[in-house]
């Protein structure tokens, strides 16, 4: 159900230009409306796309300007958010693809359990991973950078997570499809939420915690509502993974002037997936650094332990595989290039 949204908050968003202005050049300048799930204090914004912003504004001469409208102030739920790109409700879009349950399935690869180490080379995986395989199933969209959280943690108020079996019974926030699969087959119970709901279901225990990466545990004040924080052994593939896309409308794009699609492109694809990948490892040893010196106890899985999760985990993986083999997509295929990526 979509949000309505007061016309006084709309005239406050619009107030948000982020890329440096130039009057003498307005007439012929864009303004490019961004919308995304999190807080506009959230590291995605923050660090990232206003930087990439301010940067189009000054390599366009001010002509390229952003509007910001954060935490879904455009209307509509997180998985609408690729609609709002694709209808032109919002000329670019900051989302989590696999919200949109079914749509695009190739790219869902990434997600698969134990792929993904950390943000940038995950990052840097992920795009090389949509060049190879997924273009087409982004052809709506002006695709800006595809790149992955980092990986996802379990965040839990009660108790550690450790072994398998200290998820029986425990109701954990999924973020994706792929979350959802994996915590059903190591025997928890995933419940499906946005994020900015979650910290109060866990505080009202709705939930007893959540799956998700370290760089929206302060966005969502998580960190206030867990006290144990579980993570693979050093150097191991975290057991999931988001992947995210700055997505742009294509009318939008194509209807801009040469020079400035110039300036757009000079500053997607690897240069902003490089920006992503390194804001969401920093955002990680901070965020990490945070929770310690607030008394939350962090402890890397035991290697043993986490054994035990990869192999339980496995069916995931196999179910996963008959579902895209039904759209005549090889997913061994798929999988072992995903892997073969992100080892790098």
Not at 54 to 72: D, H
Not at 205 to 234: C, N, S, Y
Request: charged share 20%.
């Amino acid at each position: 159900m979509l949000k309505t949204i007061r016309p006084a908050a709309l005239a406050l968003a619009t107030l948000l230009p982020l890329a440096v202005s130039n009057p003498a050049a307005a007439a012929d300048g864009v303004s490019l409306k961004i919308t995304h799930f999190l807080p506009p204090g959230a590291p995605a914004q923050k660090q990232v796309m206003e930087p990439w912003c301010k940067a189009l504004g000054e390599q366009s001469g001010g002509r390229i300007t952003c509007q910001f409208y954060p935490a879904m102030q455009l209307g509509g739920t997180p998985a609408q958010l690729v609609d709002l790109a694709k209808n032109g409700v919002a000329d670019i879009v900051w989302t989590a693809p696999g919200y949109s349950a079914g749509r695009f399935p190739i790219v869902e690869t990434m997600e698969l359990p134990f792929v993904v180490r950390d943000g940038l080379s995950g990052s840097r995986a992920a795009w090389d991973f949509y060049q190879r395989h997924a273009v087409e199933e982004f052809a709506a969209y002006k695709v800006l950078a595809v790149h992955v959280d980092g990986g996802v943690a379990f965040h839990t108020a009660g108790k550690p997570i450790a072994a398998v079996d200290s998820l029986k019974g425990q109701k954990l926030r999924a973020s994706t499809r792929m979350v959802s699969k994996l915590l059903t087959a190591l025997g928890a119970t995933p419940v499906n939420m946005p994020p900015a709901q979650v910290t109060e279901a866990i505080s009202k225990g709705i939930v007893d915690g959540a799956m998700g990466a370290w760089e929206v545990v302060t966005p969502t004040k998580l960190q206030e509502v867990t006290r144990f924080h579980t993570q693979p052994p050093a150097g191991q593939p975290y057991y999931s993974t988001t992947v995210l896309a700055l997505l742009m409308n294509r009318e939008r794009y194509q209807s801009l002037p040469a020079d400035l699609k110039a300036v757009i492109d000079r500053n997607s694809g690897p240069a902003l997936v490089e920006s992503f990948g390194q804001v969401w490892d920093r955002v990680t040893a901070d965020t990490r650094a945070l929770v310690a010196r607030d008394g939350g106890t962090i402890q890397n899985q035991d290697p043993a332990d986490y054994e035990a999760m990869r192999a339980a985990a496995a069916p995931v993986e196999a179910e996963w595989r008959q579902d895209i083999a039904k759209r005549g997509i090889d997913g061994a295929a798929l999988a072992a290039d995903a892997r073969a990526l992100a080892a790098r």
